[in-house]
């Protein structure tokens, strides 16, 4: 199975800055990756998907990089509605593996 | 609108069975892929299975594998996940969600979930 390995696991921000998280692979998955948004209480939203194409309605200061084996969420300005918890999951192969998260706190 | 609606949660005893459904409405059900995902309390996402647009393919995660069984029903635009002998690990809020297209996609449609709890 492909391991997925998110840093930080937790992130202090203020509203206006830039938030980077990242996602390490076990192997190469190319570009078959996926960025989630989680409100406390809430079911994930997709983001990004094949690593740095923004899903319909997301809002542009999201932003998704990397192939390969490493990969970059970066939340530019960051907004009141933004803090939350992020996972990234490989697409590669199955089983479709989730990183362990990264919460965006004040 | 892309609506999933998950039911058929509940408190069950180890070893039991719980038969969960995914009502999908707002898209042409056969055409993609559908997946559970599950979230143990103040835990990450686990995905836990998925079923190809057809239902002929299947793959579940080693934990579950032998116990729960992951169908689909294109005539009722439903899918299912059967549950059985129950460990109290399996504890969770499980989540239906849509596939982008193949077996092996990431999801862009979640229900709300519905809530797991094994315990004696």
């Known amino acids: 199975d492909i391991q997925m390995t998110q840093s930080p696991s937790s992130v202090s921000a203020s509203v206006g800055d830039r938030v980077t998280i990242t996602c390490r692979a076990s192997?190469?998955?190319?570009?078959?990756l996926a960025w989630y948004q989680q409100k406390a209480g809430k079911a994930p939203n997709l983001l990004i998907y094949?690593?740095?194409t923004l899903q319909s309605g997301v809002p542009s200061r999201f932003s998704g990089s990397g192939s390969g084996a490493d990969f970059t969420l970066t939340i530019n300005n960051l907004q009141p509605e933004d803090f939350a918890t992020y996972y990234c999951?490989?697409?590669?192969?199955?089983?479709?593996?989730f990183g362990g998260g990264t919460k965006v706190e004040v | 609108e892309v609506q999933l609606l998950e039911s058929g949660g509940g408190l069950v005893q180890p070893g039991g069975s719980l038969r969960l459904s995914c009502a999908a409405s707002?898209?042409?059900?056969?055409?993609?892929?559908m997946s559970w995902v599950r979230q143990a309390p103040g835990k990450g996402l686990e995905w836990v299975s998925v079923?190809?647009?057809?239902?002929?393919?299947?793959y579940h995660t080693d934990s579950v594998k032998g116990r729960f069984t992951i169908s689909r029903d294109n005539s009722r635009n439903t899918v299912y996940l059967q549950m059985n002998n129950l460990r109290v690990e399996d504890t969770a809020l499980y989540y239906c969600?849509?596939?982008?297209?193949?077996?092996?996609?990431?999801?862009?449609?979640w229900g709300q979930g519905t809530l797991v709890t094994v315990s004696s």
């Open positions: 969600a849509k596939g982008r297209g193949a077996i092996s996609s990431c999801s862009d449609s």
């Open positions: 707002g898209f042409t059900f056969n055409i993609y892929a």
């Open positions: 079923v190809s647009n057809s239902g002929t393919t299947t």
């Open positions: 192997q190469d998955i190319s570009a078959w």
């Open positions: 094949a690593a740095s």
């Open positions: 999951q490989q697409a590669h192969s199955l089983p479709l593996t």
